[in-house]
């Protein structure tokens, strides 16, 4: 007799066992054994994944995986060796967050943010928060050399609800990664969206980070309105890995339709003449600071 599958999202993921929501039902699932014969070197079943499950006993076995969309990935040392870890499947959107002040916004951490995300595919929003702390004319210089090249920015601060109201809708029926650096405002913001939502996001994580030698949490937070959020506090460590250094500049979109200009094909945009990418830092069309993220990482690759 064949098992009835239900198919369901993963929304928990706590030392080898899946919390899958269907509609309004929750169900804790394992993997089905077969799913685990072949070695991988990445993560078979992620929070976000769309599975097919059955249930037996009141046990829910994951059967199978639907595939992804999307997977923001991170390299991670294992046995075997470097081992795919996906942190979130299916991602809709990443909202990077940085705060206008305290902590000053690091906007070389903010281009690798960038890069990370065109390089996976995931569509990035850049959220300046703590606009209250500067003021929006401030705030607005600050993260200028952005819109420009079709990023969008919200400015916001959940001290008086600056941008909110712009904000939440973004999140409504997608699955949503949130990061930035610590100190940026991202609980405090997430408790002006939903009431509490920080404060649970942030206890998930304390829990993880005091037991990350023994236990393994990630969570996807459901919202009123639809739609998921996932904090990714490791996003920061995800490195190019698999990005060669000649393809650094297909992920500036303020770069990559210039570098067809450039008089050699091979050109690193650093010495080379007839430089298209040069010129147009010279000429103000590029605006030097995202020039010198371009240098930094592509040295960090050479």
């Known amino acids: 007799m064949t098992k009835s599958l239900v198919e369901g ?30 070695p991988v070197d990445a993560d078979r079943v992620a929070i976000g994944d769309r599975v097919l499950f059955s249930m037996d006993h009141q046990e829910g076995a994951i059967e199978e995986v639907l595939e992804r969309r999307s997977a923001l990935v991170r390299m991670a040392p294992s046995p075997r060796g470097l ?20 902590p000053e916004p690091h906007l070389r951490m903010l281009d690798r943010f960038l890069v990370i995300c065109e390089k996976q595919g995931i569509a990035p929003v850049i959220v300046a928060n703590k606009v209250d702390l500067v003021g929006l004319e401030q705030a607005e210089k600050m993260f200028s050399l952005y819109p420009p090249i079709g990023y ?71 919202l009123q309105q639809g ?12 490195a190019l890995w698999d990005t060669q250094p000649e393809e650094l500049d297909g992920y500036f979109p303020d770069l990559r339709d210039l570098v067809a200009h450039c008089q050699y094909n091979n050109c690193t945009h650093q010495s080379e003449p007839g430089c298209a990418v040069r010129q147009a830092v010279d000429e103000g069309r590029v605006h030097p600071e995202r020039y010198e993220s371009y240098l930094r990482m592509r040295q960090e690759k050479e």
């Open 227 to 238: 739609g998921y959020v996932a904090d990714l506090p490791g996003l920061r460590s995800l």
């Open 152 to 222: 969008p920015v919200y400015f916001t601060s959940a001290v008086n609800r600056t941008g909110i109201d712009e904000l939440a809708p973004l999140l409504k029926d997608k699955i949503t990664a949130f990061a930035g650096p610590s100190g940026a405002g991202k609980s405090s913001l997430l408790n002006a969206i939903q009431p509490d939502l920080g404060a649970a996001v942030s206890e998930v994580s304390s829990a993880t980070e005091r037991g990350r030698h023994t236990t393994v949490v990630r969570q996807l937070y459901q």
């Open 9 to 38: 999202i993963v929304i928990r993921l706590r030392s080898g066992f899946y919390t899958i929501q269907t509609g309004t039902d929750i169900v804790t699932c394992s993997i089905r054994g077969r799913l685990k014969r072949n």
């Open 83 to 102: 081992y795919q870890q996906v942190l979130l499947a299916n991602a809709d959107q990443v909202l990077l967050i940085f705060a206008c002040a305290h």
